[in-house]
């Protein structure tokens, strides 16, 4: 029977890998008139995914291999499959057909929706969409169960094991320590970026992008390099995993800190154990750990100033005269200038995590009856007001800014904030056991980095939860003292606080 | 049922599709390290077609729906769905389960031990591979039964129609008068082609090819052009067919021809009708017919003399000096040159059928048990004497160069020698409705042509077969003499016979 049922869970495994192909290759240059079959494509592949993921077959599998003298005989790979595999069949089984197809009509009505309420800053427009993704899913919450607090559900579905006591108590100690730090930021003046937005040809930046990835430990062998609009990764196996990029000639800084941060997402996919291929435990554990890997690269690594001591020189060359009456110190405090603005995928590392913040809270008060659909533009304004202070000055700078919510992703944003915590927490406990970090950097070798994060975390897969994994490697639970830390230290330098 | 059939259908097309752009992608710059999962991927995928194709469910429909009443109600579109399908089921179901799947494991054997005994120049090492492919087949012709001789049941699979007889008559004409052609062309001498072989740089090389592609009507919105290293076009919809080339920077014939045959293909499969996309319908209606697209526009357009007046002086421009002291005729007559030779693909438009006329010859004597495989060698060579005037030193560049016996394709290569009978036929047919069509290549103007050939041929798919599409484009079956008299008129003027 384990046989059988591995085979079965390859099966799905395997188109999905198809469906991932299918996706990166709309987004790199499929042709136009394509792209409606294509999507066609997708949506039955997709619906073959989800069907075997809830057949009476896969109900077998999960029952008699739940029964306890099997169970104990299964392989620890099989275990933790058959558990993935059974929260997907409790949580798709459980909403009725009828209700989920309703649903599915409403997120791609919503998205629409959405788009041109964004273009034409129209709140009123999206509302009545927005407010029955909220209502479907307090349903959904109503069938699958939740434990405390309704939006624990939610937030389940994307970091496991996080709920919204251990977030509140980490949220609101890194909010009451960056708003003050942000203000005396903010008070003590912008240095001067002029110099960054000059012309950078593109096939400029891909070299410099290139050389950068390679030396992170990015496997060519296993991987490319692509152009896209909204940049992204993705692991189609441990042998094949892309990382597409956006090249801005009059800011250099979309290519090359972009390329880095989706480079750290895909060492991690690179680097998963062999054995864990052809199962759903072949990926990142969560949303928030994966972003610990691409956080920590962009910014642990990225934004240091060793990192640019060693890689500054190759920039000039590459840039071409751009950054000659530069030097290191200016260049350095640019590229970490903090500013409090309006959208949150342009933010700088400091203001980021309040932007999430922002969305955490409106979140929870939805999902706990405590704010309203049609009250949201006047909230979101009035905490972007109180924690950036800066207030939006229509609907698409604020409240209309992101996608998430018209494709019905409640519970999502947080992992972007924890993504940070963890990455602090894994810098420090890295530091205890490679406390030369940043004179590697001085020297350019990143690859003891890379090989330190795929032996405490990539390997791993989902075989370990993000709490395990953090505690596994830190020795404790979430904490965001390290991130608080690291935020003060830096900026008290480079602003002179 | 109607519609059951047509969205399970649709189903195959669409898992069909997701397994072509897998393939185009593996051939195109798929990271090798992903390479053996992503075959797994698509042998799942492959697979659940297969299934689908012979399952009880695609029985109940053929059934169903080929009674007589139910049968008469169907559109056009799914009386001819369903005769593709049947004949597809009846041939896969007809094979034992357990000997097909042998067959296969055979396949993949018998094209590596090919791949090394190519490399070695062995033929007995692959010869007891090849002796159970051909018996295989012969033992499928026995379940499947076979009309007048057995070798038309193979014939069948690529081309239905054509027969022995009718390609007998055809070829034999065709060779009489080709290798008296030959024998004057290389009394004649040979002209300079020396300058053929300088630099041509690739990016210049792929401007020029792309502009070519763009006058022949290949619309990019719905295609795009890589790079590879065995040249292919694909159709994974009418809306995203995509053309692939290689660029040898020494000889810039390979890309601007290769991608104007490969252009030739995939104005086939962009000018389907919309109508039939989702239907097994939806692509060439045979091997022959396709390849004469690909012909047509290689040999009767890119080696027109009138088309490289028009191009020359572009073409001049991007290779930057190679051509400067080379007029148009000697240019022309270069692009032109006869010379007999080992290796297939790398042959002439003239000799080209000969290569074929030799494996024709040695495929219909298999079958008919009047050659046994271990005579190939000696047979090949004295074919090749007689037919080209040369003998291969050795058994890679006799009977072993191409790939196709090593996975059991027998019955393949008649239709490349049918693609150029068809064209020419197609040519002569147009000239009566386009009779400027020189003045039209001498003009730059190929949409015209391109049309002619979408509105003719292209638009029906496979609703029509291959020798229907003859008739009516044509007014009668196959004759070799258009493709004659073109030989003919061209190379007597050419060498001056």
């Known amino acids: 029977m384990e046989k059988e049922f591995t085979e079965y869970v390859k099966k799905m495994t395997n188109i999905n890998e198809a469906v991932s192909l299918m996706y990166w290759d709309l987004r790199t240059g499929a042709p136009k008139k394509g792209v409606s079959q294509r999507s066609e494509v997708i949506g039955t592949l997709s619906a073959e995914v989800f069907a075997m993921s809830t057949s009476d077959q896969m109900k077998t599998y999960i029952d008699e291999l739940s029964q306890e003298q099997v169970y104990s005989s299964l392989s620890e790979v099989t275990k933790k499959t058959l558990e993935e595999v059974k929260k997907d069949y409790e949580r798709n089984t459980k909403i009725p057909p009828e209700e989920f197809k309703e649903y599915v009509i409403l997120q791609s009505q919503a998205e629409s929706v959405w788009e041109e309420a964004r273009e034409r800053s129209d709140f009123a427009m999206f509302q009545p969409y927005l407010e029955k993704l909220v209502e479907f899913n307090k349903r959904f919450i109503g069938y699958w169960g939740?434990?405390?607090?309704?939006?624990?559900?939610?937030?389940?579905?994307?970091?496991?094991?996080?709920?919204?006591?251990?977030?509140?108590?980490?949220?609101?100690?890194?909010?009451?320590?960056?708003?003050?730090?942000?203000?005396?930021?903010?008070?003590?003046?912008?240095?001067?970026?002029?110099?960054?937005?000059?012309?950078?040809?593109?096939?400029?930046?891909?070299?410099?992008?290139?050389?950068?990835?390679?030396?992170?430990?990015?496997?060519?062998?296993?991987?490319?390099?692509?152009?896209?609009?909204?940049?992204?990764?993705?692991?189609?196996?441990?042998?094949?995993?892309?990382?597409?990029?956006?090249?801005?000639?009059?800011?250099?800084?979309?290519?090359?800190?972009?390329?880095?941060?989706?480079?750290?997402?895909?060492?991690?996919?690179?680097?998963?154990?062999?054995?864990?291929?052809?199962?759903?435990?072949?990926?990142?554990?969560?949303?928030?750990?994966?972003?610990?890997?691409?956080?920590?690269?962009?910014?642990?690594?990225?934004?240091?100033?060793?990192?640019?001591?060693?890689?500054?020189?190759?920039?000039?060359?590459?840039?071409?005269?751009?950054?000659?009456q530069v030097d290191l110190d200016a260049f350095y405090k640019a590229i970490n200038i903090v500013e409090p603005s309006f959208i949150r995928i342009e933010a700088d590392e400091l203001t980021y995590a309040l932007h999430i913040i922002v969305r955490y809270e409106i979140e929870k008060g939805l999902f706990n009856d405590e704010i309203e659909v049609k009250d949201l533009p006047r909230i979101w304004n009035e905490k972007m007001q109180e924690y950036l202070g800066i207030t939006p000055e229509n609907d698409s700078q604020g409240v209309l800014q992101d996608v998430h919510w018209s494709g019905g992703s409640f519970g999502y944003f947080p992992s972007y904030a924890l993504g940070y915590i963890y990455a602090a927490q894994l810098k420090q406990a890295m530091l205890r056991e490679v406390p030369e970090f940043d004179e590697l950097l001085e020297k350019g070798e990143l690859k003891p980095i890379q090989e330190w994060l795929s032996r405490n975390i990539h390997q791993y897969g989902k075989t370990k939860k993000p709490m395990e994994i953090l505690e596994d490697v830190t020795g404790e639970g979430l904490n965001p003292d390290y991130l608080i830390r690291y935020f003060e230290e830096k900026y008290s330098s480079l602003y002179s606080l």
């Open 146 to 324: 939740y434990d405390g607090n309704k939006y624990n559900t939610l937030l389940d579905m994307y970091e496991p094991g996080v709920t919204v006591d251990i977030i509140d108590a980490t949220f609101s100690k890194l909010r009451d320590r960056i708003v003050p730090l942000l203000q005396k930021i903010t008070e003590a003046g912008k240095p001067d970026i002029s110099f960054l937005f000059e012309k950078f040809p593109k096939e400029k930046q891909k070299e410099f992008s290139l050389q950068v990835l390679k030396e992170m430990g990015y496997d060519f062998q296993a991987g490319r390099l692509d152009e896209t609009v909204h940049p992204f990764a993705i692991g189609l196996n441990p042998g094949d995993v892309r990382v597409t990029t956006r090249y801005d000639e009059s800011d250099f800084r979309t290519a090359v800190f972009g390329t880095i941060h989706e480079g750290g997402h895909a060492l991690y996919e690179q680097n998963l154990s062999e054995d864990l291929v052809g199962t759903p435990l072949s990926t990142g554990t969560s949303m928030g750990i994966h972003e610990s890997q691409s956080l920590f690269w962009e910014n642990f690594v990225g934004r240091n100033r060793g990192f640019w001591k060693h890689h500054y020189a190759s920039l000039k060359k590459y840039a071409g005269g751009q950054f000659d």
